[in-house]
Each structure stands twice: as structure tokens, then as C-alpha cells.
T-cell receptor, first 113, second 114 residues
């Protein structure tokens, strides 16, 4: 079975600071990994995805994530936080051949001026 | 292209009442999903359709929840009767089966059961 663990239900940063949101996965087969963002009262929007092509994945809005098989991690980073980045972020894992994703519990990013 | 459409956006009902949610996926997307997102949690898959057939409904509380996708396009999720613990956001998503499981989400329906 696949699972995702997101460490920290809330992360607070100052505007301009580094953003680091942690995601560890469990999968018995090579996974596909995703980060989604959810703004208040909206659905989930894809930030980026890992599909085994490259371990460093760049997404929208300046976010990127690095797949580390040895650490079973897929942490999300952004060099400089912006106020508009305040939202809930979800990591998800899927596997080839199955059209199903398993989501983590989410991390709420708070950005202060 | 148009995104996933859902209605209504908000619904307030009393316990033991029934409610239905509607979803229209992105045109051409064969796979449709319904998720339940309880406050403070990640989305939990309720049911997955491939065209008009059910692929996975293992986490659907079948004594009170039902879903259908007639003609393999839009879908309806129903709760009857509703319980207090059904208060959540119900998200619909669709996938074209060609994008490494990438799913496109609608805005969701926020259900409050009083």
C-alpha cells in the first residue's frame, strides 16, 4: 500500500524567506509524486509532478521539489516566499497503471510580512 | 479548456435529510473521482469511475452514499440520510489517463450538516 506523510501541519515563514515543506512517501513500486496547492474555498491545483524523468522538478510559481529515493522524500521548496503563497499544500503519491492518488494530510503555509 | 465544474458550491442541511452534488468533468476525461475532504485533512477517495463503470468504491459508505455516472460524462453523488460527520468539502476530479495520474480538480461543494 502507498502512503504519504507530511511533517508539520503548519509552517510559518516571513516574506522573502525560504519555504520548505516536507513530504515522505511509502511505496513498494516506483512512485509518481505530486504537490498540489489549495487556496481557501477552491479546489486543488497542481504545482508540480515527478514521473521519473528528472529528480529535480520545477513547478509553477517558483516552486520546485527533489525526489530522493534513498530518503523516500519529495520535499517542496521555494527560495523566497511571497504573501500570495499562503495556502494549504498537499503531497500525493500514485503508481503507474493505477489511476489513483493517496494524499497526505496537508501543510498550511503561513507567510508574514 | 473548461475546467471541472461542480454545483452547488455550498449546501446546508439538517441531519437525516438528503443531498446531491453534481460534477461535470473536463471534456474527454474518462476517469472521474469523488473525494471527501474533512476540515484539516487531505482528500479521501470515495469513488472512482472509468467511463460509466465503477473502478473503486471501497471507501464509499454504501449504506448512505451513492454515486452514478450515466453516459460516462457527468456524475452525481448523493447522501441519504446525512449525518453530522458528513460535513466536509466534496471534491470532484477528472483525469485523461495519459498524464501520469494527474488529476484536475473542481472547486468543491462545502456541505454543512446541522
Amino acid at each position: 500500500a502507498q502512503s504519504v506523510t507530511q511533517l508539520g501541519s503548519h509552517v510559518s515563514v516571513s516574506e522573502g524567506a525560504l519555504v520548505l515543506l516536507r513530504c515522505n512517501y511509502s511505496s513498494s513500486v516506483p512512485p509518481y509524486l505530486f504537490w498540489y496547492v489549495q487556496y481557501p474555498n477552491q479546489g486543488l491545483q497542481l504545482l508540480l509532478k515527478y514521473t521519473s524523468a528528472a529528480t529535480l522538478v520545477k513547478g509553477i510559481n517558483g516552486f520546485e521539489a527533489e525526489f530522493k529515493k534513498s530518503e523516500t522524500s519529495f520535499h517542496l521548496t521555494k527560495p523566497s516566499a511571497h504573501m500570495s503563497d499562503a495556502a494549504e499544500y498537499f503531497c500525493a503519491v500514485g503508481q503507474t497503471g493505477f489511476q489513483k492518488l493517496v494524499f497526505g494530510t496537508g501543510t498550511r503555509l503561513l507567510v508574514s510580512p | 479548456e473548461a475546467g471541472v465544474a461542480q454545483s452547488p458550491r455550498y449546501k446546508i442541511i439538517e441531519k437525516r435529510q438528503s443531498v446531491a452534488f453534481w460534477c461535470n468533468p473536463i471534456s474527454g476525461h474518462a476517469t472521474l473521482y469523488w473525494y471527501q475532504q474533512i476540515l484539516g485533512q487531505g482528500p479521501k477517495l470515495l469513488i472512482q469511475f472509468q467511463n460509466n463503470g465503477v473502478v473503486d468504491d471501497s471507501q464509499l459508505p454504501k449504506d448512505r452514499f451513492s454515486a452514478e455516472r450515466l453516459k460516462g460524462v457527468d456524475s452525481t453523488l448523493k447522501i441519504q440520510p446525512a449525518k453530522l460527520e458528513d460535513s466536509a468539502v466534496y471534491l470532484c476530479a477528472s483525469s485523461n489517463n495519459r498524464s501520469y495520474n494527474e488529476q484536475f480538480f473542481g472547486p468543491g461543494t462545502r456541505l454543512t450538516v446541522l
